[in-house]
């Protein structure tokens, strides 16, 4: 199975600035197909899951252009131009390139 | 409004059996391969299993496999997974949740609110 890290596990982030969750696969997500199937997902307390991003840098629909996913091979990375209130939860990684999907540990972002 | 709503969760002894329902409504149903995932208390995310629109084929996570059926009735819009042999282990939110393809295969667009699994004697 694709082993998923993230890093940080925990992200104490300021109204108003920046934040970045990196993800790291074990094994290149590139797909025969020549896609990159990484997604990112947040969680917020007692809510399941809603997608973000999808195909490592597409997003979904209704998700604000603050959300903007990069990477490619085996590092990718979310970033939050302007955190808002709204953003606090979990953050995972999924990758749909090899069965099974395996996802990361999650990152925690809380407001400070 | 495009919705998944699970039940059949709760409380089961060990070697236990239990059957999740997972209600689709607003899209059309047979048209898309259905995951389940789970949630262990506190923590991350598990593929469990998933089974493509015709109900024609099925995958499992090893830590299920020979335990677990994934099933769906397409004329009822609904999911199901059977799961016998249960064990401590098992016990978790269950999410049932929807691949859309036309985005990617790694778009799961809709999550139903889960339902909690708990193994304990």
């Known amino acids: 199975d694709i082993v998923m890290t993230q890093t940080p596990l925990s992200s104490p982030v300021t109204l108003g600035q920046p934040a970045s969750i990196s993800c790291r696969s074990s094994q290149s997500l590139v797909h025969s197909d020549g896609n990159t199937y990484l997604s990112w997902l947040h969680q917020r307390p007692g809510q399941p899951p809603r997608l973000l991003i999808y195909?490592?840098?597409n997003r979904f629909s209704g998700v604000p252009d603050r959300f903007s996913g990069s990477g490619a091979g085996t590092d990718f990375t979310l970033k939050i131009s302007r955190v808002e209130a709204e953003d606090v939860g979990v953050y995972y990684c999924m990758q749909a390139t090899q069965f099974p999907r395996t996802f990361g540990p999650g990152t925690k972002v809380e407001i400070k | 409004e495009l919705q998944l709503v699970e039940s059949g969760g709760g409380l089961v002894q060990p070697g236990g059996s239990l059957r999740l329902s997972c209600a689709a409504s607003g899209f059309t149903f047979s048209s898309y391969w259905m995951h389940w995932v789970r949630q262990d208390p506190g923590k991350g995310l598990v593929f469990v299993s998933r089974i493509n629109g015709d109900g024609s084929s099925t995958n499992y996570a090893d830590s299920v496999k020979g335990r677990f059926s994934i099933s769906r009735d397409n004329a009822k819009n609904t999911l199901y997974l059977q799961m016998n042999s249960l064990r401590a282990e098992d016990t978790a939110v269950y999410y049932c949740?929807?691949?859309?393809?036309?985005?990617?295969?790694?778009?799961?667009?809709?999550w139903g609110q889960g339902t909690m699994v708990s193994v304990s004697s």
């Open positions: 195909k490592n840098s």
């Open positions: 949740a929807r691949e859309n393809l036309k985005l990617g295969r790694d778009a799961f667009d809709i």
